[in-house]
């Protein structure tokens, strides 16, 4: 199963910002190490408590089998109470119990009027542990073990018994403890994670600021004091940047080439058409002079596109604007050009080449000049990202119905008038070919007023 080219870059590279993914890659890491981590220190603690609570109540155990035990009268004898005086006190969790086989037990005072279960089916002749239910349905740790007095068969069942309350609050305090300590450390580390991930990929951002320069046209390379892990993407983006720079120069090459080969052979069927007389000489002079303007018209427009498609550069307007304004007013001096804006001229920056920009407003300029009456206004804009530049006269103006065939390759209304029919064709193919477009409307002085609309920086 083949890929088409946008699914092959999705599935290569995906989709999002980089630093959300490697944010939730490091939150969900680090939770679940925390969850994992939390989990087993819980369940490591609480088996601590148990075995220490374990040694305790066997601790009591035997406490209570030395106190209670007579060895000159073969029997229980209770010459001293227990150590903890918790065991004195009606249901408060801590219980003995000694129980001699079939007779009635005797137990401690906290047991005021409940016996512990003791069952003589089963022998315990070590010690044991298990769980219990006590009094008022306490749940407890109960540690038991079988004792034959000497010169006795009576069994005797000892048995110590402690409310596990105890046990579940200092596991839950430590639970409590370690949830707080944990969140705080998983904050810290995904604060630390986030900040890792910023300083990270700052570099990155530095090659975009750096590719904007380079479009822009304010620098020609990018730099080569990145990181060393970053360094060799800024070396391959050097080195297409290199190969684009050789495609427009192989480019201009060509076309000029181009133009050579193709200029010699018309000049001189047209030298040689001139210089004979007869109906064929005047349509080989006619055809010739159309290939000749076609020929020029077709090399700008691969320039152009030769141009465009690598990375563009970037052209104050203004100053080009005034150069042709003051050549024109040199060659139409009865007419007079004024060239106004209300923006900072530094702002005024045209996404291209310069020469390009030059020629489409030199060839509305020229064509405003060539039949203004008198006043040529050229005023500029910037508007949503985009250049406006307006150019009137007080000429006649032209038609609303005629005005698409002015922009046909050798259309021409007036036949009177010298030119070659291609300067608004020129710019309405250049413009486009930068993603603009040019308009023409009435003026308020009932000439022509052409509208330029170009990208800007």
Same mark, same amino acid.
């Given at each position: 199963?083949?890929?088409?080219?946008?699914?092959?870059?999705?599935?290569?590279?995906?989709?999002?910002?980089?630093?959300?993914?490697?944010?939730?890659?490091?939150?969900?890491?680090?939770?679940?190490? +925390?969850?994992?981590?939390?989990?087993?220190?819980?369940?490591?603690?609480?088996?601590?408590?148990?075995?220490?609570?374990?040694?305790?109540?066997?601790?009591?155990?035997?406490?209570?089998?030395?106190? @209670?035990?007579?060895?000159?009268?073969?029997?229980?004898?209770?010459?001293?109470?227990?150590?903890?005086?918790?065991?004195?006190?009606? !249901?408060?969790?801590? !219980?003995?119990?000694?129980?001699?086989?079939?007779?009635?037990?005797?137990?401690?005072?906290?047991?005021?009027?409940?016996?512990? %279960?003791?069952?003589?089916?089963?022998?315990?002749?070590?010690?044991?542990?298990?769980?219990?239910?006590?009094?008022?349905?306490?749940?407890?740790?109960?540690?038991?073990?079988?004792?034959?007095?000497?010169?006795? %068969?009576?069994?005797?069942?000892?048995?110590?018994?402690?409310?596990?309350?105890?046990?579940?609050?200092?596991?839950?305090?430590? %639970?409590?403890?370690?949830?707080?300590?944990?969140?705080?450390?998983?904050?810290?580390?995904? $604060?630390?994670?986030?900040?890792?991930?910023?300083?990270?990929?700052?570099?990155?951002?530095?090659?975009?600021?750096?590719? @904007?320069?380079?479009?822009?046209?304010?620098?020609?390379?990018?730099?080569?004091?990145?990181?060393?892990?970053?360094?060799?993407?800024?070396?391959?983006?050097?080195?297409?940047?290199?190969?684009?720079?050789?495609?427009?120069?192989?480019?201009?090459?060509?076309?000029?080439?181009?133009?050579? $080969?193709?200029?010699?052979?018309?000049?001189?069927?047209?030298?040689?058409?001139?210089?004979?007389?007869?109906?064929?000489?005047?349509?080989?002079?006619?055809?010739?002079?159309?290939?000749?303007?076609?020929?020029?018209? !077709?090399?700008?427009?691969?320039?152009?596109?030769?141009?465009?498609?690598?990375?563009? @550069?970037?052209?104050?307007?203004?100053?080009?604007?005034?150069?042709?304004?003051?050549?024109?007013?040199?060659? !139409?001096?009865?007419?007079?050009?004024?060239?106004?804006?209300? +923006?900072?001229?530094?702002?005024?920056?045209?996404?291209?080449?310069?020469?390009?920009?030059?020629?489409?407003?030199?060839?509305?300029?020229?064509?405003?000049?060539?039949?203004?009456?008198?006043?040529?206004?050229?005023?500029?804009?910037?508007?949503?990202?985009?250049?406006?530049?307006?150019?009137?006269?007080?000429?006649?103006?032209?038609?609303?119905?005629?005005?698409?065939?002015?922009?046909?390759?050798?259309?021409?209304?007036?036949?009177?008038?010298?030119?070659?029919?291609?300067?608004?064709?020129?710019?309405?193919?250049?413009?486009?070919?930068?993603?603009?477009?040019?308009?023409?409307?009435?003026?308020?002085?009932?000439?022509?007023?052409? @509208?330029?609309?170009?990208?800007?920086?």
């Amino acid at each position: 199963m083949s890929l088409n080219k946008a699914e092959y870059y999705s599935s290569e590279s995906g989709k999002g910002p980089l630093w959300v993914r490697l944010v939730i890659i490091s939150v969900v890491w680090t939770a679940l190490s +925390l969850v994992v981590g939390g989990y087993l220190l819980s369940l490591v603690f609480r088996d601590t408590l148990e075995q220490n609570f374990d040694e305790r109540i066997n601790a009591l155990l035997e406490n209570l089998i030395v106190i @209670s035990s007579d060895d000159t009268a073969n029997t229980i004898n209770l010459s001293r109470p227990m150590v903890d005086p918790r065991f004195e006190q009606p !249901y408060s969790g801590w !219980y003995w119990q000694i129980s001699p086989e079939g007779f009635s037990p005797v137990r401690s005072r906290s047991l005021w009027d409940v016996n512990l %279960d003791a069952d003589f089916a089963v022998a315990v002749g070590s010690t044991r542990y298990r769980e219990t239910i006590g009094p008022e349905e306490q749940v407890l740790r109960l540690v038991e073990r079988d004792i034959t007095m000497p010169g006795s %068969d009576v069994i005797y069942r000892f048995a110590v018994a402690i409310d596990t309350s105890e046990i579940d609050a200092q596991a839950d305090r430590f %639970d409590n403890i370690l949830l707080l300590g944990l969140s705080a450390l998983g904050i810290g580390l995904v $604060a630390a994670s986030l900040l890792q991930v910023f300083l990270g990929l700052k570099p990155l951002g530095y090659i975009q600021q750096s590719l @904007s320069k380079v479009r822009n046209g304010e620098v020609d390379y990018l730099p080569t004091d990145f990181p060393s892990e970053i360094q060799p993407l800024a070396d391959e983006l050097n080195a297409l940047l290199d190969h684009n720079n050789e495609i427009v120069e192989r480019s201009r090459t060509q076309v000029g080439n181009l133009a050579h $080969a193709l200029k010699t052979p018309l000049a001189v069927l047209r030298n040689e058409a001139r210089m004979n007389d007869g109906p064929m000489s005047v349509t080989v002079a006619k055809q010739t002079e159309n290939m000749h303007k076609y020929v020029e018209h !077709y090399l700008k427009r691969a320039r152009v596109a030769a141009n465009i498609k690598t990375i563009s @550069s970037h052209s104050l307007i203004m100053p080009s604007i005034h150069n042709i304004a003051r050549a024109l007013n040199k060659v !139409y001096q009865d007419k007079h050009i004024s060239v106004s804006t209300k +923006l900072d001229e530094k702002s005024l920056v045209f996404k291209g080449d310069v020469n390009d920009f030059e020629e489409m407003v030199g060839n509305i300029m020229e064509n405003a000049s060539k039949w203004a009456k008198k006043d040529i206004t050229v005023e500029c804009f910037k508007e949503k990202g985009l250049l406006r530049i307006e150019i009137g006269d007080d000429g006649p103006g032209i038609d609303v119905k005629a005005r698409d065939a002015v922009f046909a390759r050798g259309g021409r209304l007036d036949e009177t008038t010298p030119g070659s029919g291609l300067g608004l064709a020129i710019v309405k193919d250049l413009s486009g070919l930068y993603g603009g477009q040019i308009k023409l409307d009435d003026n308020y002085n009932n000439g022509l007023l052409a @509208s330029l609309i170009l990208p800007s920086v």
